[in-house]
């Protein structure tokens, strides 16, 4: 087993405490999350506040010891791989929250807050994150920042970007940038904060942030609508975008294929609600009384069903119902259940172009190999799709794989889609990146590394490939 040098790991010990440094044996007791190479480094450190960071890096810089930063591990790329002769940076003791500011609408929060400490923490206050993920109970305020998560309410109050007023970070001289601004409206010089926004740890360790909040609504209500078409899915959005009373919270399509698994696997099913629609679409609406929102989902499926006499509908009346509702839509883990490490694609897609999309896309998967039938659900509000193969990671042949990526990317860019909508770069999706950006991108990307991470301290071999 690698070990990092004795004089490196008790300089570390000695900065954040013996308990706080894990190496060896010590790491095997540490949750992984979602891949075992998380913690391929072995050694973890664990710092409780921006001057231990800072002391970390620099120690780190000294001994020319890499740095891999680690949030909840939910990161779905490989951001968080690290390998012997790196170290692992915790912020899971970076925990606190320092303030609710209801006035404000603002939360003040170290990074290493879960999505759902800060979610029931505001809403003693009567407000929301404006943001959430079915990975709430493990992602963090700074590793959603890191990724620019998205989510499903992105098509109302935005990606983490838009959800971040200030930021502190450790730099990779281990220098403290700190710009805790709370207010929206902020034009003094270059917005930096949105450099280490998405930059998934390359650029410098995320400390503390200023969240903007939401009010929450008193009530919600959910509906599951059955759907023939995508574009009928598209116009079932336009509705509850424009409804009348209350406003839309989610639009999650889940396709026949997702679906199936899923609602056969929870033995869901509803009285006239046929189990074939080529697509679902999960829609909650927001607001001040539940059963005028539930009544509203009612207008909203009778003004669909009158132009789409196929479509069916079936509305939650009870917390239950709406949570059985979410589960169809949020129990991804049964894909990967049934096909370990199932390629997987994140794209977005403009609205007008997502059927056209997909027709083509899933045609070109099948025309590589007959038996494709992937797995197909996403924020349809945001065009944001999730394609998993319906095949194990081993399964795919090395010479396929470039042809699958072509057949999912190929033309996405002439669509004004992105080929990363929400997951980010990581290792997984770095020779995509180089493959699919405009090399301009690519040049200023690699000056920024070199003038932030010149020793490239920081996840090295992340987001840009290692080296020249
Ligand atoms: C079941 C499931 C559902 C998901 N659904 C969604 C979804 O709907 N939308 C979505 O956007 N994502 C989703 N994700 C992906 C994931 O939850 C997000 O990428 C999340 O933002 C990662 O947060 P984390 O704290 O787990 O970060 P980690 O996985 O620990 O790290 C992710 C990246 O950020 C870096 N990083 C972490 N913390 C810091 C920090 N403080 N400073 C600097 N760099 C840091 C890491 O080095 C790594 O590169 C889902 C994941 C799962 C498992």
Same mark, same amino acid.
């Given at each position: 087993?690698?070990?990092?040098?004795?004089? $490196?790991?008790?300089?570390? @010990?000695?900065?954040?405490? !013996?308990?706080? $440094?894990?190496?060896?044996?010590?790491?095997?007791?540490?949750?992984?999350?979602?891949?075992?190479?998380?913690?391929?480094?072995?050694?973890?450190?664990?710092?409780?506040?921006?001057?231990?960071?800072?002391?970390?890096?620099?120690?780190?810089?000294?001994?020319?010891?890499?740095?891999?930063?680690?949030?909840? @591990?939910?990161?779905?790329?490989?951001?968080?791989?690290?390998?012997?002769? &790196?170290?692992?940076?915790?912020?899971?003791?970076?925990?606190?929250?320092?303030?609710?500011?209801?006035? &404000?609408?603002?939360?003040?929060? &170290?990074?290493?807050?879960?999505?759902?400490?800060?979610?029931?923490?505001?809403?003693?206050?009567?407000?929301?994150?404006?943001?959430?993920?079915?990975?709430?109970?493990?992602?963090?305020?700074?590793?959603?920042?890191?990724?620019?998560?998205?989510?499903?309410?992105?098509?109302?109050?935005?990606?983490?970007?838009? @959800?971040?007023?200030?930021?502190?970070?450790?730099?990779? %001289?281990?220098?403290?940038?700190? %710009?805790?601004?709370?207010?929206?409206?902020?034009?003094?010089?270059?917005?930096?904060?949105?450099?280490?926004?998405?930059?998934?740890?390359?650029?410098?360790?995320?400390?503390?942030? /200023?969240?903007?909040?939401?009010?929450?609504?008193?009530?919600?209500?959910?509906?599951?609508?059955?759907?023939?078409?995508?574009?009928?899915?598209?116009?079932?959005?336009?509705?509850?975008? !424009?409804?009348?009373?209350?406003?839309?919270?989610?639009?999650?399509?889940?396709?026949?294929?997702?679906?199936?698994?899923?609602?056969?696997?929870?033995?869901?099913?509803?009285?006239? $609600?046929?189990?074939?629609?080529?697509?679902?679409?999960?829609?909650?609406?927001?607001?001040?009384?539940?059963?005028?929102?539930?009544?509203?989902?009612?207008?909203?499926?009778?003004?669909?069903?009158?132009?789409?006499?196929?479509?069916?509908?079936?509305?939650?009346?009870?917390?239950?119902?709406?949570?059985?509702?979410?589960?169809?839509?949020?129990?991804?883990?049964?894909?990967? @259940?049934?096909?370990?490490?199932?390629?997987?694609?994140?794209?977005?897609?403009?609205?007008?172009?997502?059927?056209?999309?997909? &027709?083509?896309?899933? /045609?070109?998967?099948?025309?590589?190999?007959?038996?494709? !039938?992937?797995?197909?659900?996403?924020?349809?509000?945001?065009?944001?799709?999730?394609?998993?193969?319906?095949?194990?990671?081993?399964?795919?042949?090395?010479?396929?794989?470039?042809?699958?990526?072509?057949?999912?990317?190929?033309?996405?860019?002439?669509?004004?889609?992105?080929?990363?909508?929400?997951?980010?770069?990581?290792?997984?999706?770095?020779?995509?990146?180089?493959?699919?950006?405009?090399?301009?991108?690519?040049?200023?990307?690699?000056?920024?590394?070199?003038?932030? !991470?010149?020793?490239?301290?920081?996840?090295?071999?992340?987001?840009?490939?290692?080296?020249?």
């Amino acid at each position: 087993m690698h070990r990092l040098p004795p004089a $490196f790991t008790a300089e570390l @010990r000695n900065i954040v405490g !013996d308990g706080n $440094f894990r190496e060896g044996e010590a790491v095997a007791s540490i949750d992984y999350g979602v891949t075992p190479e998380n913690l391929g480094a072995g050694a973890v450190v664990l710092p409780a506040t921006t001057g231990e960071v800072a002391a970390v890096v620099k120690c780190c810089l000294a001994h020319g010891v890499p740095i891999v930063t680690h949030g909840g @591990r939910t990161g779905l790329v490989g951001g968080g791989m690290s390998k012997p002769g &790196e170290v692992v940076l915790s912020t899971a003791r970076l925990n606190r929250i320092h303030h609710i500011l209801p006035v &404000e609408r603002v939360a003040v929060v &170290e990074a290493g807050v879960t999505l759902q400490a800060l979610q029931v923490a505001a809403a003693q206050h009567r407000l929301e994150t404006g943001i959430d993920l079915p990975s709430r109970g493990s992602a963090t305020i700074g590793g959603m920042a890191s990724t620019n998560a998205g989510g499903i309410s992105a098509f109302r109050f935005g990606v983490m970007r838009h @959800r971040i007023l200030g930021m502190e970070a450790v730099l990779a %001289d281990g220098s403290i940038y700190s %710009d805790l601004t709370r207010v929206v409206k902020n034009a003094a010089g270059y917005d930096l904060k949105h450099l280490f926004i998405g930059a998934e740890g390359t650029l410098g360790v995320i400390t503390r942030l /200023a969240v903007k909040l939401e009010p929450q609504p008193l009530a919600t209500a959910t509906a599951l609508f059955g759907l023939a078409s995508v574009d009928a899915a598209l116009e079932t959005v336009r509705r509850g975008l !424009d409804a009348e009373y209350g406003h839309l919270r989610a639009a999650e399509a889940i396709w026949s294929r997702y679906f199936h698994l899923t609602s056969r696997h929870h033995r869901w099913s509803a009285t006239d $609600f046929a189990a074939d629609h080529p697509v679902n679409l999960l829609m909650t609406l927001g607001g001040a009384e539940e059963s005028a929102l539930q009544s509203e989902l009612g207008r909203i499926y009778e003004a669909v069903a009158a132009v789409h006499p196929d479509a069916s509908a079936v509305i939650a009346f009870s917390g239950a119902q709406e949570a059985d509702l979410w589960r169809l839509r949020e129990d991804t883990d049964l894909i990967y @259940r049934n096909h370990p490490g199932a390629p997987s694609y994140d794209v977005s897609v403009p609205l007008s172009q997502v059927a056209s999309y997909l &027709e083509r896309c899933l /045609a070109d998967l099948k025309a590589i190999d007959g038996t494709l !039938d992937p797995y197909v659900f996403g924020h349809l509000a945001d065009g944001n799709l999730h394609i998993v193969l319906n095949k194990a990671g081993t399964d795919i042949p090395l010479e396929k794989a470039s042809a699958l990526d072509q057949a999912v990317y190929g033309t996405l860019s002439e669509t004004g889609g992105s080929f990363s909508a929400e997951h980010g770069i990581g290792l997984k999706r770095v020779s995509s990146l180089s493959r699919l950006s405009d090399p301009s991108k690519l040049v200023l990307m690699r000056r920024i590394k070199e003038l932030l !991470d010149a020793p490239a301290l920081l996840n090295p071999g992340k987001v840009l490939r290692a080296g020249p």
